[in-house]
C-alpha cells in the first residue's frame, strides 16, 4: 500500500499567487508590445504608416488579446496559444488589406502584409521570453493539487506535465479515504495525501490551484468538494470531468438557467464535407511541394536502395478509408527474399514469433538491407507515400496505416481507423512510435479522428521533423 501522509502541503499567499498573476500579464503585455514594435522596425523603410498608428494599433491588439481572448491571465496550452496567435494576426491581415483596399491604398498592402508575417516570428517569440524571465523570477508556475487516484487523475497529471509551459506544477494528489492502495497515481511519484477534513486544511488550499479530477462514480464526493472549497473561499478550482472517448476539441457547451445542466454540442468536423474538402486541398498542396522539393533526394536514395539488384520502391497492402485497400510505397529497405526469410525466422523463433504477433514489428529484423537501418531511423524510406497522399489514397496526416489483420484489434473504434484515410504521419509517429504498445496506438489514431482539426494537423507536421531528427521510437 503506498504511504498516505495526512493532510501536511504547506499554505502558498493567496496575496502573493494574486500579485504574481498580475505581473505575469504585465509581462506578457509588454512582450507583445514590443513585438509589434519590432515589426514595425521591420516595415518602417518600406512603410507609410505613422508610428503613432502603429502604436495605436498594437494598444488595440493587447486590449483585444487581454479582453476577448484573456491570454494574459488564462493559460492555454502551446499549440492552442500559438493557434490563437496565428488566428488574429490572420484576421488582422485580411481587415487591413480589405480597408487598404477599399481606400484607395493598395501601394501599401504589401508592407502591412509584412508587418503581419513580421508579427507572426515575434510575438511567439517576445512571449517566450516573457515567460523564460517569469519562470526565472518564479513568479510563473502555479502550486497545484491534483484530487482524485483514479484514471482521471493519472490523465490530468499527464497533461499538465506534457504541458509543461502552462505553469501548472502538480505538487502532489489528494487522495479520497480508503482508495489509496487502489490507486492508479502511485507510479506518477507524486505525494500523496489524506483528504481535507480541518478547516485549517482548507485554509492551506488557498494559493494552490486545485484540479479535481475524479471519476464519474465520484460526484457525490466531488459536489461536497467543491462545496468546502466555496465555504473555505478556495478560489482557484477546476474540474476535469471523466469523459474519456468524447470528442473534446471544438466543443461547445450550453447551460440552463435555473438547471444545473451543461449541454455539450460535438462537433465530428470530418462529417463535413467542407472541412474534408479542405483537408484534401491541404494534402495535395502539401505533397506536390514536397515532392518537387525531395525530387533529388528521391533520386540518391533509389540509386543507392537499387544497388543490390533489387528494385528501389516497395509496395504494400494497407486498408485505407471506409475498407479500401491500397499498396502504401516505401523505399524498399528490406532485402530481396524478405519473405522468406522471415518465415524461416518464425518457425525457428519462439520469442521473435511472439514478438512479431503482438506488433507486426521486429526491433533486430534480420531482412533489413545495407541501407534500410538509416532509412528507418531517419524515416526517409517512407517518403513515397507522398505519392500516395497526391493520389487520394493516404493523407499527410492521420491514422496509421494498416494490414487487415491489424483491423481486428481496433474492435470498436475500427469504425473511426475507416471514417479517414490514413496518414504518412499522426499522433501515433509523435508520441513514441514503435516504443507505445498497441493499445495506445488505437487509442491515439481513434482520438485523432474525433478531435480532428486543420491546425491540429499542422501542429502534428511540425512536432514530425522534432521525431524524426531526434529518431525517437523509430526501427
Known sequence: MPSLHPFVFQPVSDTRRQLATVVCGLFLVVADFIAWLVAYQIVSPASQMAATKFVIMAAAWCAWAALVRKQYTRRHSFWTELGLVFQGIFMLAFVGSMLKALIGNADSMPAWLAACAALAVALPLFRWFARSALRKLRLWSWPTLVFGCGENAQQAVLALRDEAAMGYAVAGLVVPSGLASNSRVVELGLPLSAWPGAAEDFARLRGYHCVIALEANESELRDKLIRQLSQHQVGHVHVVPAMRGVPLFGLAST?????????????????????????RCFDIVGSTLLLGLLSPLFVYLAYKVSRDGGGPFFGHERVGQGGKRFYCYKFRSMIVNAQEVLADLLAKDAQAKAEWEKDFKLKNDPRINSVGHFLRRTSLDELPQLWNVLMGDMSLVGPRPVVQPELDRYSEDVVYYLMVKPGMTGLWQVSGRNDVDYETRVYFDSWYVKNWSLWGDIAILFKTISVVAGRRGAY
Open 255 to 279: 447551460n440552463f438557467f435555473s438547471h444545473e445542466v451543461l449541454m455539450i454540442h460535438i462537433k465530428n468536423r470530418l462529417s463535413h464535407a467542407g472541412l474534408r474538402f479542405i483537408k
